[in-house]
């Protein structure tokens, strides 16, 4: 495997394990979470963001023949809150 799709497919086992977390986070509302798991649910939320990101950075760069390599994980002020 190519070093750029093993790198995708390390961002995309990392997308996976943020999401797991968020939703099992998310999953326990039945009790009233704690400040810490509002916390870490936003923290999730930021870093899915730039994961999200860095990945469509990834594959424009080496849809249009540049090196996937040079993306860059972006400023969360700059990502976050990004449409799916």
């Given at each position: 495997m190519s070093d750029a799709k093993s790198h995708e497919s390390d961002l995309i086992q990392r997308i996976g394990?943020?999401?797991?977390?968020?939703?099992?986070?998310?999953?326990?509302?039945?009790?009233?979470?704690?400040?810490?798991?509002?916390?870490?649910?936003?923290?999730?939320?930021?870093?899915l963001d730039q994961c999200w990101d860095l990945l469509r950075q990834r594959r424009a760069r080496e849809e249009f023949g540049q090196d996937p390599e040079q993306a860059r994980v972006r400023p969360t002020t700059q990502v976050e809150d990004y449409r799916q």
């Open positions: 394990e943020l999401v797991t977390e968020e939703r099992d986070l998310r999953e326990q509302y039945e009790h009233r979470l704690t400040p810490t798991e509002r916390s870490r649910i936003r923290e999730l939320e930021k870093a």
